[in-house]
């Protein structure tokens, strides 16, 4: 029976010519000291998006876009993209827009409030909903989003196909979705 100090000269030999490490390693690779350590694990790819929200919408005096600040018009599919997707549309528009004040038609708060039952987002979506200027306008959602984004000159952001469609088909400017991890902008 081999000694245990043969055994652990034979395991560090053949370690060392594996080039696994060990000091002094000789046939394939590693000369001296010890493995580099792990990589560290980072956090999520994309920020969550926050909920509790310190400032209400309702706060901010009503009026037109200020010159030079681009308006956004918020569909409700938009709405809940930072819950699903894990994307953090404030800086998402930032960075594509800059400067820029967003609007929410008052049929996407009531399209979110019909979703709260078969929609565990739709609460969160309609917190967020509340941070923005909500406009008081007449009609279906999609019609409201589409009149509201034409009277302000605004971009629309949405996720919704059909809504994508008719904006292309009227030359408006859109955001939308892609690859899961950012919003592109189209149009403008």
């Known amino acids: 029976m081999p000694s245990s100090r043969r055994i652990a000269l034979e395991r560090r030999e053949f370690f060392e010519w594996r080039g696994i490490g060990g ?101 969160s979506a309609l917190q967020l909903a509340n941070r923005f200027r909500v406009l008081e306008v007449p009609g279906a959602a999609d019609d409201a989003v589409l009149d509201t984004a034409e009277q302000l000159r605004g971009v629309v952001v949405t996720n919704d196909a059909a809504l994508l469609r008719r904006l292309k088909d009227l030359g408006m400017p859109r955001i939308f979705l892609r690859s899961r991890s950012h919003l592109a902008l189209e149009g403008l």
């Open 23 to 123: 000091v002094g390693a000789v046939k394939g690779g590693v000369t001296g000291g010890a493995l580099p350590p792990p990589a560290r694990r980072r956090g999520p790819r994309f920020p969550r998006a926050r909920v509790g929200f310190p400032w209400s919408a309702k706060d901010k005096p009503p009026g037109r876009v200020l010159p030079g600040v681009q308006a956004v018009v918020l569909d409700a599919n938009a709405l809940l993209m930072p819950f699903r997707f894990r994307l953090n549309l404030e800086a998402e528009i930032r960075r594509l827009l800059g400067d820029h004040e967003i609007y929410v038609p008052s049929p996407v708060i009531g399209e979110l409030k019909g979703l709260l039952k078969s929609n565990r987002t739709a609460k």
